[in-house]
């Protein structure tokens, strides 16, 4: 059982990866949500999670961070998820109200709470993460793991070598990745390897609540790909999580990963260092590959489970 806090800037694929979560209590003790800028404004990503909650009869609780990075200036992605940051579905209005708590007193009152450690599935910019670390350090014994969907081994999205959770809060993510704490990296190349064929999502339109949710988001989220000629698209923000729900379907290998905060092509990098094999400091547990067809098929299990629960 992970007790889990999901962090997040919603975004079409920080939903899926929640509704994954929601659909498997028998794994995920979901103690809350806490969000923080980054694909869009944090008022934005915060609405968006309310609405999400409100239209599948949800009440986890969800408390709001930090509203910018911790040097650099925000920079929205209207882009992959629209000028709501969640465009596509038509959401109810909210009928759900955050905790009024600040992200980082959510996550200090949480752990000094449970009497078990607890799991975080970072899966937007390391902000909140990082800050919490630095302001109570004291509780980094109650955390079990940090799940990121972020970084890369070689590759980039946001910029040539940088990926967007990370390129958006390199400050944060060096912070994060040097605090010691266990770090599970999902990067892009990974995320790639889970991709969605296009063609597969139609399989949902119109077989359930959660289902068509996923469907009516995928109609937004797809034109990215769409625009670019390609048959796939990565969910990003579902890999971590389902490589805790799933973890025999990976292949992970551990490396020192390093966060690159200069350069004129390389901030924000997750510099992986492929030459270092033992001896590790503080190895990172890097999510290397993936059985496509099995982690595809978690998503539309998961659909189904959370389907049958409006029938
Ligand atoms: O690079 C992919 C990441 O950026 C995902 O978390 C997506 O939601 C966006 O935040
Ligand atoms: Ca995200």
């Avoid at 659909?23 to 979901?30: G, L, N, Q, S, V």
């Avoid at 309310?50 to 920079?75: F, H, R």
């Avoid at 992605?77 to 959401?91: K, M, N, R, V, W």
């Avoid at 969910?235 to 805790?244: A, G, H, R, S, V």
Wanted: hydrophobic share 40%; proline share 5%; with cysteine.
């Amino acid at each position: 059982m992970y007790h889990l806090i999901i962090d997040c800037d919603p975004g079409h694929d920080d939903i899926i990866a929640s509704m994954v979560a929601m659909a498997h209590p028998e794994t995920f003790d979901i103690l809350g949500f806490t969000t923080v800028a980054g694909n869009q404004t944090l008022e934005k990503v915060t609405s968006n999670l309310l609405k999400v909650q409100t239209l599948l009869e949800t009440d986890y609780p969800v408390s709001m961070g930090y509203d910018v990075p911790i040097i650099k200036a925000l920079e929205v992605q209207p882009l992959a998820h629209g000028e709501s940051g969640l465009d596509g579905p038509a959401l109810p209005k909210a009928e759900r109200k955050v905790t009024g708590l600040h992200a980082i007193e959510f996550m200090r009152e949480t752990l000094k709470r449970s009497p078990e450690k607890v799991t975080f599935l970072c899966i937007g910019p390391l902000t909140n993460m990082a800050l919490f670390l630095k302001t109570y350090p004291y509780l980094k014994e109650k955390i079990e793991a940090i799940a990121i969907m972020g970084g890369a081994v070689n590759s980039g999205n946001i910029r040539l070598k940088s990926e967007f959770n990370i390129y958006h809060d390199p400050e944060a993510a060096k912070i994060v990745f040097a605090s010691g704490v266990k770090i599970i990296m999902a990067g892009l190349e990974v995320c790639y390897a889970g991709s969605i064929h296009l063609s597969e999502a139609e399989q949902a339109n119109g077989r359930g609540r959660a289902s068509q949710l996923f469907y009516d988001l995928m109609q937004f989220y797809d034109r990215y790909a769409i625009d670019r000629g390609w048959d796939r698209t990565a969910i990003f923000d579902m890999t971590p999580l389902i490589y805790l729900l799933k973890p025999e379907l990976f292949e992970t290998r551990e490396y020192e990963v390093h966060i690159e905060l200069d350069g004129e092509y390389t901030r924000g990098m997750t510099v992986v260092d492929l030459a270092k094999t033992e001896n590790l400091l503080h190895p990172v547990t890097v999510l290397w590959d993936v059985k496509r067809e099995e982690f595809i098929q978690v998503l539309f299990d998961s659909l189904d489970i959370l389907d049958r629960r409006y029938q």
